[in-house]
């Protein structure tokens, strides 16, 4: 090559960059919207209206400005060119029809996006629909809402490793215990393991009526006994709005009443008299994996690309599909499906994400991970009482927990519905007793074998017991140094006897069990019996320690 060619190609590559970077921040070209639409121009940027767009006359401002990228978004992306302010008169008006904003950008190795301002999304920002030239380095965006624009070139690893960062967090993700949880005394809950949801309740207006808010990354379908009223369903992220869709679409083979979403929060009622009300949740694998791509890509994809995500057919097969095991395969067959509803920038990105390598791991390793702890809880709300515990005392066992001797109908762990009054409490670590009714008691027998200093317990008869029902419970101990007897129950010493009748439980009565080798305990009554499955009166959260 000549000299003089060496100097023309460097001084035509001076002149086009000087052209890309001679708009810098505060320069601005003012249009007034004709009857044809309109064309504003500042270096490197050409935005175009159709007729229509606005009322005649309307005042359009196009300026540069710095990016305002957050730094969640320069993680993967750079802005290149010229990013731009865009308002209709002052900002008071919006687009009636969309407008094409072209962008001249340096050349990129990269692939060439535009994002704005958008703030139903995680990071405020949002990619807009565009078309990346990479031999005329110009990216054309339609945009029908105005803010501010930028063009950024994505570097496609490291928008990969984002987005599963994102993933990452919406599995583990979790919620503040609000103030409502325990505020109505009279109300209560019973425990919910791994505090999976943070549960609210109070009577009004002739109801019992709860929430549910979601303290974990997953969908649960929900089933209540008797059957609830719920509130329609709701959400406040777009990824939420997005599996609502989905949900409604699938509900027909759901086996819950509803769905509670990730980060959201369910409302119910039950009418009052019922309780103690029960109420199931039960993760469903399906729509858990689908809402935890929707939320890593509602960190930055608009509302109107997760609508049409959410409404796709196949969507509904994978979620009828999946099951709690979630594999490579059931991830690329969501990606997939997901990748084919999308086209332009939404299907571009989408194909990034799919090779992205680290991506389906992220997926499997977090939702697996949640899969694998708790995935079905059954709770129950109903009313207080002094005597109920919700877990047992350091050191403690339940009652139910010890050794007892073989009979016909042992006690058994119950979670036991006890008519207080007008009220119905269920006590959700009781041991039952069965009730001898021909005349001799019913006698059962743990072995403490000399292990714990106090034994604690209510009485009280259960719901199934036969109305007006009254029992005599006695409860007697031996020692350990009389247990090397033959007969060791001749020995015994009286540590309580009770008359109870159903409605009217035994308040929590605490024994000293120092030295005590054995407890027995023997219930009797004359009031005629009926059958039942499991005994009915019961120590009531009795526990030893």
């Given at each position: 090559m000549t000299v003089r060619r060496v100097v023309a190609a460097a001084l035509t590559a001076l002149l086009t960059a000087t052209a890309l970077t001679a708009c810098v921040p505060g320069d601005s070209s003012r249009v007034v919207v004709g009857g044809e639409g309109f064309v504003a121009r500042i270096a490197g940027v050409t935005v175009s209206g159709p007729a229509g767009?606005?009322?005649?006359?309307?005042?359009?401002?196009?300026?540069?400005?710095?990016a305002p990228l957050p730094t969640d978004v320069t993680e993967f992306s750079a802005a290149v060119g010229t990013a731009i302010s865009l308002t209709l008169d002052g900002g008071k008006l919006q687009p009636a029809e969309p407008l094409e904003v072209e962008f001249t950008v340096p050349e990129s190795e990269d692939p060439v996006f535009?994002?704005?301002e958008d703030s139903s999304t995680g990071t405020g920002t949002a990619f807009v629909e565009s078309e990346w030239d990479p031999e005329r380095r110009v990216v054309?965006?339609?945009?029908?809402?105005?803010?501010?624009?930028?063009?950024?070139?994505?570097?496609?690893?490291?928008?990969?490793?984002?987005?599963?960062?994102?993933?990452?967090?919406?599995?583990?993700?979790?919620?503040?215990?609000?103030e409502c949880v325990g505020a109505d005394e009279k109300l209560r809950f019973s425990s919910i393991p791994d505090n999976i949801v943070w549960p609210c309740a109070e009577e009004r207006g002739g109801a019992v009526e709860w929430s549910?808010?979601?303290?974990?990354?997953?969908?649960?379908?929900?089933?209540?006994?008797?059957?609830?009223?719920?509130?329609?369903?709701?959400?406040?992220?777009?990824?939420?709005?997005?599996?609502?869709?989905?949900?409604?679409?699938?509900?027909?083979g759901l086996k819950g009443d509803t769905v509670l979403l990730p980060l959201?929060?369910?409302?119910?009622?039950?009418?009052?008299?019922?309780?103690?009300?029960?109420?199931?949740?039960?993760v469903e694998p399906g729509l858990s994996q689908v809402t935890t791509?929707?939320?890593g890509l509602s960190m930055m994809f608009p509302s109107k690309w997760l609508d049409l995500i959410s409404q796709a057919e196949c969507l509904v097969d994978v979620v009828k599909t999946a099951t709690s095991s979630p594999s490579g395969e059931s991830w690329r067959t969501v990606w997939g499906c997901v990748a084919s509803i999308l086209t332009g920038a939404g299907g571009t990105l989408l194909s990034i994400l799919m090779t992205g390598p680290g991506l389906f791991a992220t997926q499997m390793d977090g939702l697996s991970r949640e899969l694998s702890q708790t995935n079905a809880v059954q709770f129950t709300l109903g009313y207080s009482d002094p005597t109920q515990l919700d877990d047992k005392p350091s050191g403690a066992s339940w009652l139910y927990e010890l050794p007892q001797e073989i009979v016909a109908d042992p006690a058994e762990e119950v979670a036991a519905p006890v008519p207080v009054g007008d009220s119905t409490v269920v006590f959700q670590h009781s041991s039952s007793v069965w009730v001898g009714c021909e005349g001799?008691?019913?006698?059962?027998?743990?072995?403490?074998?000399?292990?714990?200093?106090?034994?604690?317990?209510?009485?009280?008869?259960?719901?199934?017991?036969?109305?007006?029902?009254?029992?005599d419970i006695e409860i007697r101990a031996v020692a350990e140094e009389d247990s090397r007897f033959v007969l060791p129950e001749n020995y015994s010493g009286e540590i309580g006897r009770w008359s109870i009748t159903r409605?009217?439980?035994l308040e929590r009565q605490t024994v000293d069990v120092t030295g005590v080798w054995s407890v027995s305990v023997s219930a009797i009554t004359s009031t005629p019996c009926g059958s039942a499955d499991i005994g009915y009166a019961a120590l009531l959260d009795a526990y030893v320690r």
């Open positions: 767009v606005a009322p005649e006359g309307t005042e359009v401002r196009l300026e540069a400005i710095d535009v994002i704005g054309t965006a339609t945009v029908d809402h105005l803010s501010w624009f930028s063009p950024v070139a994505v570097d496609e690893e490291e928008f990969s490793d984002k987005v599963a960062d994102w993933i990452e967090q919406s599995a583990g993700v979790n919620t503040a215990r609000p549910l808010q979601s303290n974990s990354g997953l969908v649960w379908e929900v089933l209540t006994e008797p059957q609830a009223d719920y509130e329609p369903l709701t959400a406040l992220t777009l990824s939420g709005i997005a599996t609502i869709e989905l949900a409604k679409t699938v509900a027909a959201e929060t369910l409302k119910g009622s039950f009418e009052l008299g019922e309780a103690p009300y029960t109420i199931a949740l039960q791509l929707l939320f001799k008691a019913h006698k059962i027998i743990f072995y403490l074998d000399g292990d714990y200093t106090e034994l604690s317990f209510g009485l009280g008869l259960q719901a199934h017991a036969p109305e007006g029902m009254t029992a409605g009217q439980p």
